[in-house]
């Protein structure tokens, strides 16, 4: 069930999120939209570069057992807490910030639990939370004293096109990191896991 709820964090769901999303601000405060359209870039290249490092030039961060960081984990703590405190303002201004926090902790638990093991380990899905939770909290403090008004049909459209996304066959980009990994590398092929991370599980199996 969790491995299965992990798949739901990947670029099928979370990229139409985050367009979502954008499509809220655009009609609200175009300030607020350039905001979001810098967060979700920095966010995401953070990410990409981890992947494109380690795929192709096998760097990591060994002494913090990661070697990318959980792209997954990033997407849905940046873009729950962030659709959660918008709509929230919608309500009641003043639960932006406990909804952005609840945010916070579901993709925690998320990141934990259905992110690792299933797709990542615990430390690597961590990084990804850690990415995402100063993302949307550096967004939502730079748009803390801009006027964001979404109409409710905008809000229900989103959630029903988010939904028919999450029907979708899921799309994975790890086969086009690898590609370009490897054209910018020049290597053989991709890296696939670090070494010391192979040379623990040996040891453990001895």
């Known amino acids: 069930m969790r491995a299965e709820l992990a798949q739901y964090g990947g670029i099928t769901v979370m990229i139409p999120a985050a367009i979502i999303i954008a499509v809220w601000l655009r009609y609200s405060n175009p300030r607020a939209l350039r905001a979001w359209i810098i967060t979700v870039g920095v966010a995401y290249s953070v990410v990409a570069l981890s992947k494109l490092l380690f795929k192709g030039w096998g760097l990591s961060f060994q002494r913090l057992d990661i070697a990318v960081i959980s792209g997954h984990a990033m997407n849905t703590c940046l873009m729950l807490t962030v659709a959660l405190s918008l709509v929230a303002r919608q309500f009641n201004p003043a639960l932006r910030w406990p909804a952005a926090g609840a945010g916070l902790l579901a993709s925690a638990w998320f990141g934990a639990y259905c992110v690792a093991p299933y797709i990542h380990p615990?430390?690597?899905?961590?990084?990804?939370?850690?990415?995402?939770?100063?993302?949307?909290?550096?967004?939502?403090?730079?748009?803390?004293?801009?006027?964001?008004?979404?109409?409710?049909?905008?809000?229900?459209?989103?959630?029903?096109?988010?939904?028919?996304?999450?029907?979708?066959?899921?799309?994975?980009?790890?086969?086009?990191?690898?590609?370009?990994?490897?054209?910018?590398?020049?290597?053989?092929?991709?890296?696939?896991?670090?070494?010391?991370?192979?040379?623990?599980?040996?040891?453990?199996?001895?």
């Open 122 to 206: 615990v430390n690597e899905a961590l990084a990804g939370v850690t990415v995402g939770a100063v993302a949307a909290i550096a967004f939502l403090w730079r748009i803390e004293t801009t006027h964001v008004r979404v109409s409710p049909s905008f809000i229900g459209g989103g959630l029903v096109v988010l939904l028919a996304c999450a029907l979708v066959p899921k799309f994975n980009a790890e086969l086009l990191l690898n590609r370009v990994a490897i054209t910018l590398s020049g290597a053989d092929q991709a890296h696939q896991e670090p070494s010391w991370r192979l040379d623990a599980a040996h040891t453990k199996a001895e």
